[in-house]
């Protein structure tokens, strides 16, 4: 598209404008987790590292990392084996209420989460603490995989469309029985999907605040609602700078790893 | 039945409330190069699937080497098929393809390899093992899915148009190699292809399907000079058919006629009638077609309908062909060659 050079200007313009709104503030955060100023004053007065070997000591932030850790992993298992089992079910087969299925298997990313958590937390308390499982670790999994597997659903679905189903045929046609034709062929083809979709479905869970406090029980902490209730606490200040700058550049691991991913596989595993 | 390779009997399938195949009998002997030939949904490659296991039956059995193998997965028949589109397995290189059979069997590594060699050499792609599909051509994909499946040397090969993507030059080419390889190695052919002139150049046998049923089975001469139908007559070659009013003014007899169109020589109108046992009638050209090595008349008779004849370009040249347009001609062919098609009045 030719564009005139004024509009080429304006264009350019806003798309700095836009990019600077998401990025300047995160840039902050990782300067502010530098300032030596304790109330983050501006200009920094100078640079320290005293926050960022505070943080390290913080027992708070390492319990809260390792809750956060654990809840990640925990959802993105159950979202990995669920979403690709629903993914294959509605690719591969054709029954009664298969649109429906996938409906409503992609419908909890788009519910707002104070109506997950909200949801979650009155079915957790009614059906499962008189069973004598109470919020916890556990609750915060289960509420988390309910919005990942969307992901993975999204990415092996879409994978499995693009892929002809003669591959597995041929397969068996060469005498692989199911299984066989499953780790040989089906798996090695649908991988970098399930990797794309675990990465993102793991940082879904990490920075995931709203839900996690309603199924959380007490004592349990992930990072995100840890640096939210210490943000108002002027002695923490810092450290929670410290948290979050090391939270994004986290973040960017698996979006890169992810997007690397998908991209590859569309182009290089086609014939 | 001994030296029997596969044996169809009353064998459907429905899907949903479209009849697919509608009861097709079929034997195939072994050894054989046998083709289905039909248009796309005559219900062909449905029974190809069927035969390899890919589908199940509705009813009906299949039988193959004398076993019925109906209810038995595509990994427990002694099959191996060439798929459409290949399916070569993307994240595996040639050598593996082609080795991936002999792996799912245990064949020890060096042997298999040794056998997956030979066969890539076999479609002379001996250099190419190492390579990804994605690397090859059309024409080298399609001669890997054929060394794969042949590799392991099943009882029965089928084919599911394999040479549908390939353009024309090469088509030829490989429907000759194809026809040589089955020569050396003897195993039963199963061809699908919707391409008239591939069923006849290549098979031993042909089976023409429409809408789900075997319209006629016979040698490739007998599908052309004797059609057992009307749409067989159709399908195969240029339709040219003699019906009714035409039919009893021009061959003496009300019922339908078809006419090869090589049979039939173009003469001036004046041309006299002096050769005994010949079929005549007038008519007035009205499109010329110059093929190069002959051209196609196409004639509106006098007595109704339109009859195609092919004359070979002994003398004519381009410019002496278009000047036929418009004018009168006769037809004349010998009376052997009015096949009365079966079925009809």
């Known amino acids: 598209m030719n564009l005139s050079r004024p509009a080429r200007i304006t264009v350019r313009i806003a798309a700095a404008l836009g990019f600077a709104v998401i990025y300047v503030p995160l840039l902050l955060v990782l300067i502010n987790s530098l300032n030596p100023d304790r109330s983050s004053g501006w200009p920094p007065p100078g640079l320290t590292f005293d926050w960022w070997v505070d943080a390290w000591h913080s027992s708070g932030a390492r319990g809260a990392l390792w809750t956060s850790l654990k809840a990640g992993l925990g959802a993105t298992a159950i979202a990995l084996v669920l979403g690709t089992l629903v993914a294959f079910a509605c690719q591969r087969y054709k029954f009664f209420g298969r649109e429906a299925i996938s409906f409503v298997v992609v419908l909890p990313i788009a519910l707002p989460g104070i109506v997950t958590g909200v949801a979650l937390n009155t079915a957790f308390r009614t059906v499962l603490e008189p069973l004598g499982v109470g919020l916890g670790l556990f609750t915060v999994i289960v509420g988390h995989a309910t919005f990942c597997i969307v992901v993975v659903f999204n990415n092996v679905i879409a994978r499995l469309r693009r892929m002809p189903g003669s591959y597995e045929e041929a397969a068996m046609d060469l005498g692989a029985h199911t299984f066989r034709t499953f780790v040989d062929v089906t798996f090695p083809l649908v991988r970098s999907a399930l990797v794309a979709g675990g990465l993102l479905a793991f940082a879904l869970s990490f920075d995931e605040i709203v839900v996690t406090t309603f199924t959380a029980g007490p004592g349990v902490q992930t990072l995100p609602v840890w640096i939210f209730s210490n943000m108002a606490r002027p002695q923490q200040a810092p450290v929670v700078n410290v948290v979050a700058a090391v939270l994004v550049l986290l973040s960017v691991i698996p979006i890169y790893l992810a997007q690397r991913l998908s991209s590859d596989t569309a182009s290089g595993s086609r014939i | ?345």
Not at chain 2, 57 to 71: I, K
Not at chain 2, 315 to 338: C, I, K, M, P, Y
């Open chain 2, 1 to 345: 039945m001994e030296g029997m390779a596969i044996r169809l009997q009353n064998l459907r399938k429905t899907f949903g409330r479209t009849e697919a195949v509608a009861g097709v009998e079929l034997e195939i002997a072994d050894g054989e190069f046998f083709s289905m030939l039909g248009p796309s949904g005559s219900g062909k490659t449905t029974v190809l699937r069927m035969i390899a296991g890919f589908e199940a039956p509705t009813s009906g059995t299949v039988e193959l080497a004398g076993s019925d193998v109906t209810r038995l997965a595509p990994f427990e028949r002694d099959v191996h098929t060439v798929f459409q589109d290949y399916a070569l397995f993307p994240h595996m290189t040639v050598e593996q393809n082609v080795a991936y059979g002999l792996k799912v069997r245990k064949v020890p590594k060096p042997e298999r390899l040794k056998q997956a060699r030979e066969a890539l050499a076999s479609v002379r792609l001996a250099d190419f093992g190492t390579r990804r599909p994605s690397q090859l051509s059309g024409g080298q994909r399609q001669r890997v899915a054929l060394a794969r499946a042949l590799v392991g040397r099943p009882k029965v090969l089928l084919l599911d148009e394999p040479l549908g993507a390939l353009d024309l030059k090469l088509r030829e080419q490989m429907q000759v190699e194809l026809k040589a390889i089955q020569r050396e190695v003897g195993i039963t052919f199963v061809f699908v292809t919707h391409d008239q002139e591939e069923a006849l150049t290549m098979s031993d046998r042909i089976a023409v399907f429409n809408q789900g049923r075997v319209e006629q089975v016979g040698t490739p001469a007998q599908i052309y000079e004797r059609p057992a139908t009307p749409f067989v007559a159709g399908f195969v070659g240029t339709s040219n058919l003699l019906t009714d009013d035409a039919a009893e003014q021009v061959v003496g007899d009300r019922a339908t006629y078809s006419i090869r169109p090589e049979k039939i020589r173009v003469l001036k109108e004046s041309a006299l009638a002096d050769e005994p046992r010949h079929s005549r009638a007038t008519g007035t050209v009205a499109e010329v077609v110059y093929l190069g090595d002959a051209t196609r008349f196409l004639v509106d008779l006098d007595a109704g309908g339109r009859l195609t004849a092919l004359q070979q370009n002994l003398e004519t040249s381009s410019e002496d062909v278009a000047a036929f347009r418009g004018s009168r001609v006769t037809l004349q062919w010998h009376q052997r060659h009015n096949f009365r098609v079966p079925g009809t009045r």
